[in-house]
């Protein structure tokens, strides 16, 4: 009998112990929950239908209070924020005894995220979802969730008040942008000629560059309509490429759409076209890419972290000079002057063309993941998935940021100038951004 009670025990013990998953496993489960909750950021930017530069802050300051949480408790990992153009007099909680990292920083990033966001409030129950998944898998008290939840809205409450003071509450108090008639310059396009998106952007506070106009790319090619100059060419591409587009192109152009204010008419009736934004897209492919590395939680929040901090500078620096050189799109020149039937693949969107966003903020997010995860780091990517588009596959950020580019010229929305100088315009910003930082990514790879 005792013989008996033994293997009972014993099996009993053994069965528990192959139960808990291995410590690599939970770091894996901890960045999902992380990127989910990422996703379900996204979600609420999707519903509010949230502009690319916008999106791109939202996300810098969510990840940022994510990562707050995760440096203010760890070593190797270096204070991004003392390099910011204006470095922010956090006065940072202490953390209780029981704090757990991985909670707390998700934590943080939905309560940065309820409170930043429009429609913020919808994160509530995400939050409360969070946390009963997350003490029931992991088995914490009430009072060790109580102390994490109450230092993660701490935390969050000091990365929203720096945010307060960044220009974003005073965009409205700018002269309003009122489109001109004359030749070269941008106006509304079809189908719902939406008026011109954030013309007064290059007034939001930058994390790292030291003005809007740092990065500032060549003058585009100006308008003319004579057949040998370079913008007359240049249009011809964008006609012709459009009219003998290939199905591998236009998966491609579809891929990388990202057109927030996409709009489709059915009869008198208007139904927009829920996408995410470039930024979004990037994210999404973070979150992806950290799943699949062997890293951290710690760093996996580092990764989203410097990335959205990064795309919120590449598209201050691009909606910079989109303003600047004010210059038309495709679709308006090709209909006024060579077919007027003539439509782009993509709904163009609603701001002016050059420099292309697309382009400047992948070529920025290639850099910097190329510097954080290798790079010849092969991903599937299925962030469009949700979105109905199917999955491409990449052997490198380069070549995804390089697709992303060129899709817009597939697409028929901009000029090949603007996608070129974009990617020089985003290489630049992350280049300097990393040099800024003088990164060591080797000190915390794996902690």
């Given at each position: 009998?005792?013989?008996?009670?033994?293997?009972?025990?014993?099996?009993?013990?053994?069965?528990?112990?192959?139960?808990?998953?291995?410590?690599?496993?939970?770091?894996?489960?901890?960045?999902?929950?992380?990127?989910?909750?990422?996703?379900?950021?996204?979600?609420?930017?999707?519903?509010?239908?949230?502009?690319?530069?916008?999106?791109?802050?939202?996300?810098?300051?969510?990840?940022?209070?994510?990562?707050?949480?995760?440096?203010?408790?760890?070593?190797?990992?270096?204070?991004?924020?003392?390099?910011?153009?204006?470095?922010?007099?956090?006065?940072?909680?202490?953390?209780?005894?029981?704090?757990?990292?991985?909670?707390?920083?998700?934590?943080?990033?939905?309560?940065?995220?309820?409170?930043?966001?429009?429609?913020?409030?919808?994160?509530?129950?995400?939050?409360?979802?969070?946390?009963?998944?997350?003490?029931?898998?992991?088995?914490?008290?009430?009072?060790?969730?109580?102390?994490?939840?109450?230092?993660?809205?701490?935390?969050?409450?000091?990365?929203?008040?720096?945010?307060?003071?960044?220009?974003?509450?005073?965009?409205?108090?700018?002269?309003?942008?009122?489109?001109?008639?004359?030749?070269?310059?941008?106006?509304?396009?079809?189908?719902?000629?939406?008026?011109?998106?954030?013309?007064?952007?290059?007034?939001?506070?930058?994390?790292?560059?030291?003005?809007?106009?740092?990065?500032?790319?060549?003058?585009?090619?100006?308008?003319?309509?004579?057949?040998?100059?370079?913008?007359?060419?240049?249009?011809?591409?964008?006609?012709?490429?459009?009219?003998?587009?290939?199905?591998?192109?236009?998966?491609?152009?579809?891929?990388?759409?990202?057109?927030?204010?996409?709009?489709?008419?059915?009869?008198?009736?208007?139904?927009?076209?829920?996408?995410?934004?470039?930024?979004?897209?990037?994210?999404?492919?973070?979150?992806?890419?950290?799943?699949?590395?062997?890293?951290?939680?710690?760093?996996?929040?580092?990764?989203?972290?410097?990335?959205?901090?990064?795309?919120?500078?590449?598209?201050?620096?691009?909606?910079?000079?989109?303003?600047?050189?004010?210059?038309?799109?495709?679709?308006?020149?090709?209909?006024?002057?060579?077919?007027?039937?003539?439509?782009?693949?993509?709904?163009?969107?609603?701001?002016?063309?050059?420099?292309?966003?697309?382009?400047?903020?992948?070529?920025?997010?290639?850099v910097i993941l190329t510097q954080l995860l290798g790079e010849n780091f092969a991903f599937d990517d299925d962030s469009e998935v949700y979105f109905g588009l199917p999955i491409r596959s990449f052997s490198s950020f380069t070549q995804a940021a390089n697709e992303a580019a060129i899709s817009r010229l597939y697409g028929g929305i901009h000029f090949r100038d603007a996608i070129e100088d974009g990617v020089a315009e985003g290489k630049a910003i992350g280049h300097y951004i990393l040099n800024k930082l003088a990164l060591n990514v080797n000190s915390y790879s794996g902690k």
């Open positions: 009998m005792r013989f008996s009670l033994l293997s009972l025990l014993l099996c009993f013990l053994l069965s528990r112990a192959q139960a808990i998953p291995p410590s690599r496993e939970i770091e894996k489960a901890q960045i999902k929950d992380f990127t989910d909750q990422l996703f379900e950021i996204s979600s609420v930017m999707l519903h509010d239908v949230i502009n690319p530069p916008a999106a791109a802050r939202f996300y810098a300051y969510a990840t940022l209070a994510a990562y707050q949480v995760v440096v203010n408790n760890s070593e190797h990992y270096p204070y991004l924020s003392e390099k910011f153009k204006e470095v922010p007099e956090f006065e940072m909680p202490q953390a209780p005894e029981s704090l757990n990292i991985a909670f707390a920083s998700t934590y943080a990033m939905l309560a940065l995220g309820e409170k930043i966001l429009p429609s913020g409030y919808m994160l509530q129950d995400k939050q409360n979802a969070y946390a009963d998944s997350f003490q029931q898998n992991y088995v914490l008290s009430d009072l060790t969730l109580d102390e994490n939840i109450q230092y993660a809205r701490a935390v969050a409450s000091e990365v929203l008040a720096y945010a307060g003071s960044d220009g974003y509450s005073r965009l409205s108090t700018y002269t309003r942008y009122i489109p001109t008639q004359k030749e070269g310059h941008w106006y509304p396009t079809p189908p719902a000629y939406i008026e011109a998106i954030e013309p007064s952007w290059m007034h939001v506070r930058p994390f790292f560059m030291d003005s809007a106009n740092q990065f500032s790319p060549p003058p585009p090619a100006p308008f003319s309509l004579d057949t040998s100059s370079s913008f007359y060419q240049q249009t011809m591409e964008v006609y012709h490429t459009v009219k003998d587009v290939n199905d591998e192109q236009e998966e491609i152009a579809n891929f990388w759409d990202c057109n927030p204010f996409a709009v489709k008419f059915t009869g008198h009736m208007a139904i927009g076209l829920k996408k995410i934004t470039p930024g979004g897209h990037w994210m999404g492919i973070a979150g992806i890419a950290c799943e699949k590395a062997d890293i951290s939680l710690k760093r996996a929040v580092f990764v989203h972290a410097l990335l959205a901090l990064s795309l919120h500078d590449a598209f201050i620096s691009c909606w910079h000079e989109k303003y600047r050189s004010d210059r038309i799109r495709p679709e308006t020149v090709i209909n006024r002057y060579i077919d007027q039937k003539w439509k782009p693949i993509l709904q163009t969107p609603p701001f002016p063309e050059y420099t292309s966003g697309h382009s400047v903020a992948s070529a920025s997010a290639a």
